[in-house]
């Protein structure tokens, strides 16, 4: 059974071309998970499809109404499923928890805007805030977005060579290891020599070497 996901957003049309193109578009085709974007204005219940209004107690922006909220996250929801609201003040995602995520059979991922969602809904119908990093987006369907992408490449059958999971930044605390491709030699660039080597003993070395050089530059804080 592939992995369903329903994204509910005000803005559906932001995932249409992500949801189409690349390793998740055919991963999608194929079978492996199978995402529906859906309106939360389907949920509105005045004439003027509202979905917020101005906050209790004063302040800038607005805020999400729950009824609509509510309303659609009871009618998509089904028993077990994880309802998750994508959030800068979540926890962050990892590989982990994006492996985690991918073994489950259905999950909701509430995009949020404005100035975030009424506390009723965050109390009551969700089970999971996840935020995608220390930032802030003009709205969730992005996060949304970025968290299919991360959990969708650990369901099997959806990347080409299952191999490059463990070979790539973050997996095992590293960044990534310099990657080079034909012609060996370019505009006075070569590419090292043990890289064409055949010694796959020592590239492996190599590569775990630049691993840790490139992690101590950028990330010294994965090594600690």
């Known amino acids: 059974m592939p992995l369903i996901i329903d994204v509910l957003t005000l803005f559906p049309r932001m995932l249409d071309g992500f949801l189409a193109e690349s390793i998740l578009g055919k991963g999608i085709a194929a079978g492996h998970l199978a995402v529906s974007v859906r309106d939360l204005r389907e949920w509105a219940t005045d004439k003027h499809r509202r979905a917020d209004d101005r906050p209790f107690g004063g302040g800038a922006g607005m805020v999400m109404l729950p009824e609509p909220v509510f309303a659609a996250i009871e009618q998509v929801q089904t028993p077990g499923c994880r309802r998750i609201y994508l959030t800068p003040d979540g926890v962050p995602l990892s590989p982990a928890l994006a492996l985690e995520l991918s073994q489950q059979k259905h999950l909701v991922l509430l995009s949020g805007h404005y100035e975030g969602i009424d506390q009723r809904i965050r109390d009551k119908v969700i089970d999971q805030e996840i935020s995608i990093g220390d930032y802030v987006l003009t709205n969730g369907t992005l996060a949304a977005a970025v968290l299919i992408d991360a959990l969708a490449r ?71």
């Open 154 to 224: 650990f369901i099997p059958g959806v990347l080409g060579e299952e191999k490059s999971l463990t070979h790539e930044s973050f997996t095992s605390k590293l960044l990534d290891f310099p990657q080079y491709t034909r012609p060996a030699e370019f505009r006075g660039m070569s590419v090292p020599e043990i890289l064409l080597s055949g010694n796959h003993a020592e590239i492996e070395k190599w590569r775990h070497a630049r691993q840790v050089e490139k992690t101590r530059q950028v990330r010294p804080d994965l090594l600690k």
